[in-house]
T-cell receptor, first 115, second 111 residues
Framework: EAGVTQFPSHSVIEKGQTVTLRCDPI?????LYWYRRVMGKEIKFLLH????????ESGMPNNRFLAERTGGTYSTLKVQPAELEDSGVYFC?????????????FGSGTRLTVV | GQQLNQSPQSMFIQEGEDVSMNCTSS?????WLWYKQDPGEGPVLLIA?????ELTSNGRLTAQFGITRKDSFLNISASIPSDVGIYFC???????????FGAGTTVTVRA
């Protein structure tokens, strides 16, 4: 079974530019989560999709961040325009509804550097 | 939100030594989780604890759910080079699977 796939693995952009991160969850997983770790700090929840619907986006930092999950499959997280403080590692995770926490799988992350 | 305070922030240990780290919270958690992140990878769940006072082992790893439900610790016995990485404590917020994480403990093992 393929795991959660994220790309790109690394992205370096200039302040003011736009970046789009993509996450492909495990097939059949209805739940998709985005998290972010800023260097040295905790991994913070950003938002949660159930299929194509945003269940909770309380962790999104501000309106420069836009997440979508078209058709309930893959998800994108767009940052526009990027600021220096947006640098960090963005993780995606997916899970099946009703599954145990051991079925909650993280991707390898996208390391975003804004210069 | 629920904040988890994890310590130590980093540790350098000799191969063969035991490692101990802990996590505390001002809020009660009904589940405590310990994850490990290898370099270049995402966090992987090592141990899940569901009951106050529970002590659970997974190979050389042992974790305990504190009886106050506000703390947990993770021990690694007889460390080996592949134990290097970042260890995170975590817990689900309320009744869903949105997780709160500690800031991580970075473990470096010297041969």
């Amino acid at each position: 079974e393929a795991g959660v796939t994220q790309f790109p693995s690394h992205s370096v952009i200039e302040k003011g530019q736009t970046v789009t991160l993509r996450c492909d969850p495990i097939s059949g997983h209805d739940n998709l989560y985005w998290y972010r770790r800023v260097m040295g700090k905790e991994i913070k929840f950003l938002l949660h999709f159930v299929k194509e619907s945003k269940q909770d986006e309380s962790g999104m930092p501000n309106n420069r961040f836009l997440a979508e999950r078209t058709g309930g499959t893959y998800s994108t997280l767009k940052v526009q325009p990027a600021e220096l403080e947006d640098s960090g590692v963005y993780f995606c995770a997916s899970s099946q509804s009703g599954a145990s926490l051991y079925g909650y799988t993280f991707g390898s992350g996208t390391r975003l550097t804004v210069v | 939100g629920q904040q988890l305070n994890q310590s130590p922030q980093s540790m350098f240990i000799q191969e063969g030594e035991d490692v101990s780290m802990n996590c505390t919270s001002s809020s009660i958690f009904n589940t405590w989780l310990w994850y490990k992140q290898d370099p270049g990878e995402g966090p992987v769940l090592l141990i899940a604890l569901y009951k106050a006072g529970e002590l659970t082992s997974n190979g050389r790893l042992t974790a305990q759910f504190g009886i106050t439900r506000k703390d947990s610790f993770l021990n690694i016995s007889a460390s080996i080079p592949s134990d290097v990485g970042i260890y995170f404590c975590a817990g689900p917020r309320s009744n869903d699977y949105k997780l709160s994480f500690g800031a991580g403990t970075t473990v470096t093992v010297r041969a």
